[in-house]
């Protein structure tokens, strides 16, 4: 065998196992979020909204009210037509993650199974593509694999992928989108590419329709794509510049960044921006009915829409305008509520996002205090409790705190493109919660950002590889690293 023929060998079993143990990885994730998952079987939290708002979109293709009472009926498989009232709800979330809801309801029924089992197979795909991503921006499958599993492992992201709540939805389509703008660059980066344009570009493509979906899921998806919009167009702006210079041609200058950013643009946010419309596909359907309850004003937060709402426009492309104009009103009227109509409301579990890198209030899910003694084997005169606690593995988060703080040091020192990814995801999935922290907020909000928290400890460990010149110095990185896993499993 020739050391060509080995080489050859050694990079196509490399390649396997880098699909193997991720895809390993993900299904461990996968059967621990599945177990049980019915329980408790009722609508838990906020539950009450998505996994009903789901199960009017698959009946009536659009989001209804219930009727008061609704959730004890369903808890106790008692639903009918006749729970929902026929007008259209205020919702404050677009449909796209409540699509997501509804398939698992349509196939497995309009129980807590149901609602919830879409949210289990997101999140081990999750799981899944961010052991991918970090073996393709470190090169090793097994820190690829180590990143999986402390996502697997995360009490967070474990209670949130057993919810048929949006945040776990929302977490799945970013990284899903970073992962392909990480995959563009390295094809991009592959020889000969930088030699000329290509106005549009698969894996760009990829990312533009997971922002979408992002957006699509909860709004605060436009931020993460707007940074990382940006952040690719700066990629590759530096890459080509660079280019140019190993081979001595004139800098293009302003130019370069054009012939970067305006396919870019097109690509990305023109093809996100068509995604999002598409999830509002029901309310553009059913305009009228939302025109009817909220188009002639609606409480203090919507002024009437327009006299278009007492004289429709005739003719298709005029229905078309109408619809359009009420999805805007639609979004100003949810914007000022979101905005200022919450500012005097308040909930036990709200917390300040100063906290939410460290754990700082946990949210309790669902809580039993009063069961039978005989349930956890204490003396017959006492009594137990249980509880779903959203809280993240303070081993996980308290370390991930730290390892941003070295990501943005390591960034700043070397300008190292792969420390901009966890800096720039958790910046622009925390801080502009700071501007909303005036209304009640969740800690679990944090979810979307958990992954580049990982991330960051990720590169942190493969720098320590890199750095590792002995074998025994190799050995010492991983075995803390490994004791470092063992602590978040425990």
């Not at 050859?8 to 177990?35: E, H, M, N, T, Y």
């Amino acid at each position: 065998m020739t050391a060509l023929t080995r080489l050859s060998l050694r990079q196509v079993s490399d390649r396997a196992w880098g699909w193997i143990g991720p895809i390993g990885v993900a299904i461990l994730a996968f059967v621990l979020r599945v177990w049980n998952v019915g329980y408790p079987h009722k609508l838990a939290f906020d539950e009450t909204y998505y996994a009903k708002d789901a199960w009017s979109l698959l009946h009536h293709g659009y989001v209804q009210d219930w009727v008061e009472g609704a959730n004890k009926q369903i808890a106790a498989g008692h639903y009918s037509g006749k729970l929902m009232t026929g007008d259209p709800s205020w919702i404050v979330h677009p449909d796209g993650g409540k699509w997501l809801i509804a398939i698992g309801e349509s196939i497995f029924g309009f129980n807590s199974f149901g609602w919830r089992i879409s949210a289990v197979v997101v999140g081990a795909l999750t799981v899944l593509v961010l052991a991918r991503l970090v073996r393709r921006l470190t090169g090793s499958t097994a820190i690829g694999c180590f990143a999986g599993l402390l996502l697997c492992f995360d009490g967070m992201h474990f209670v949130m992928s057993r919810l048929g709540l949006l945040d776990v939805f929302l977490t799945f389509w970013v990284v899903c989108a970073v992962a392909c703008l990480v995959a563009d660059r390295d094809w991009l980066l592959r020889e000969g590419r930088l030699v000329r344009y290509r106005p549009f570009r698969p894996w760009q493509l990829g990312a533009g329709g997971c922002f979408g979906m992002a957006c699509g899921t909860k709004w605060n998806g436009i931020f993460v794509l707007a940074a990382f919009g940006l952040l690719a167009v700066i990629w590759e702006v530096l890459a080509r510049r660079r280019a140019r210079k190993d081979l001595d041609l004139a800098p293009r200058g302003f130019r370069t960044t054009l012939a970067v950013g305006i396919p870019a643009f097109l690509s990305i946010v023109v093809v996100a921006f068509a995604v999002y419309l598409a999830t509002w596909t029901g309310f553009l359907i059913h305009h009228q009915a939302f025109e009817a309850r909220f188009g002639r004003g609606y409480g203090d937060y919507s002024a009437p829409w327009g006299a278009y709402v007492n004289h429709p426009a005739t003719g298709f492309l005029g229905g078309t305008r109408d619809a359009f104009r009420s999805l805007w009103h639609f979004h100003v009227m949810t914007y000022n509520f979101s905005a200022h109509g919450l500012n005097s409301a308040n909930h036990p579990y709200q917390s300040n996002p100063w906290g939410w890198l460290v754990m700082e209030r946990p949210v309790a899910v669902d809580a039993q205090n009063t069961l039978p003694a005989a349930s956890c084997g204490v003396p017959a005169t006492s009594s137990c409790m249980r509880e779903v606690l959203i809280l993240g593995n303070p081993m996980l988060w308290w370390t991930g705190a730290l390892a941003l703080l070295a990501a943005i040091v390591a960034w700043i020192a070397s300008f190292d493109r792969r420390w901009g990814i966890p800096v720039v995801g958790v910046a622009v999935s925390w801080l502009p919660w700071f501007f909303f922290d005036h209304r009640p907020i969740f800690s679990y909000y944090a979810v979307a950002f958990l992954p580049f928290t990982i991330i960051a400890i990720a590169l942190i460990v493969n720098g320590m590889v890199q750095a590792a010149g002995t074998p025994r110095q190799l050995y010492a990185v991983s075995l803390i690293s490994g004791a470092f896993l063992v602590a978040v499993v425990v």
